[in-house]
Each structure stands twice: as C-alpha cells, then as structure tokens.
C-alpha cells in the first residue's frame, strides 16, 4: 500500500468519524461548519475524506463539536493490541543447527508490518548465521555483550543498552562475547508493497 493510499484511508477515517460526531450532536454541515469558522463545501469534503482538515481545522472542529482533537482520530482496533507476556511466544530457533540459540517471539503477526523476537544465548550457543532481513531492522541489547559483523561496514560492539539500526537489506552476524548470558530484541519491519 502506497503512502497515498494511506492518507487517503486516514483521511476517509477522520471524515466517517466527523460525520458521525455532528450527526450525533444533531448538527447539520451549515451548522458545524459555521461553529468551525469554514465552509461548509469543506466541510463536506472533509466528511467524503476527498480533502484532510489541517491541525488548525481538527482542532476548530472538535472545538464545535465539544470534543478532543484526539476524538477526531479513528480509534483502534482492540484485536491489533498484542500483549506477549513473560514466558509467553512462539519459540524460534536462530538457524537449522543443533546448538542453535532458540528465541521468544513477542510480536510475530502473519501479514503483519513488524516482528519482534528476543534471543538468549550463551557462549555455546550456536548464533554465527549470516542474516539478511528485507526491511529495516533494530537490534536492542537487554542484557550481556555481543559483536555484530556487518557485511561492508565495521564490526560493531554493542553492551546493555545499545540498539543498532540496519538498513534493509544489510547482512549481519553475532558473535557472543563474555561468558555470561546475553539477552536481545530484535526488531523487523516488512517493507509495505506497492
């Protein structure tokens, strides 16, 4: 999806949500947009999601319709908020390999635009895989040290704390480092198709 069509999905959100706010609040498009202090061809536009308010004209609105500017917004989904709690996830193995480090994954939706997985290794698991992720990647340390071999770039060292960026594309590889246990999130957005 284009970011085209996601503006013009948004915008047709935030019109449905107008629309239903001043036919709630008995009010004609002559009388909201009156209040609002603009047209009321506008007005209509905006309903029909063909033009976008401006921040100025969100806020006058739901000024006028005796509302939060965030009430404007189409509210979410409560099926599309995950909460993966401790101990919970699919566990998923690094690579094919025996001694494979196995992770958790926290955030791992079919079709979906993100996963996240944390991974807990120690000096014995296996981690050495080259990997290449399609889309933007972020790699967080929880805890422990590791070094990630960027092909193309330098060797980077990362400790509690860090987050390393990859763009898409990148090819990465995890060397532990230390003898106690390290502990990483990482992050991977699917490129949107157009």
Do not use: C, K
Request: proline residues 6%.
């Amino acid at each position: 999806m284009t970011d085209g069509a996601l503006d013009a999905d948004l915008g047709a959100a935030v019109g449905g949500e107008i629309r239903r706010l001043r036919t709630r609040a008995g009010l004609t498009t002559r009388e909201l947009a009156a209040r609002a202090e603009m047209s009321q061809p506008f007005l209509s536009q905006i309903e029909r999601g063909s033009s976008a308010p401006s921040m100025a004209s969100v806020y006058r609105l739901a000024r006028a319709l005796g509302v939060r500017p965030g009430d404007l917004l189409p509210s979410v989904d409560p099926h599309d908020v995950d909460v993966v709690r401790a101990g919970e996830g699919d566990r998923l193995p690094v690579a094919d390999h025996p001694d494979a480090a196995v992770g958790r994954a926290l955030l791992l939706r079919e079709g979906g635009t993100l996963e996240a997985v944390e991974y807990s290794f120690g000096p014995d698991d296996y981690i050495a895989e080259w990997f290449e992720q399609p889309g933007d990647t972020g790699l967080y340390v929880v805890s422990g040290a590791l070094e990630v071999d960027v092909l193309g770039a330098d060797t980077v060292a990362l400790g509690a704390g860090d987050f390393l960026h990859l763009p898409p594309g990148a090819r990465d590889r995890w060397r532990h480092v230390g003898a106690g246990t390290t502990r990483v999130v990482i992050m991977t957005s699917t490129p949107r198709t157009r």
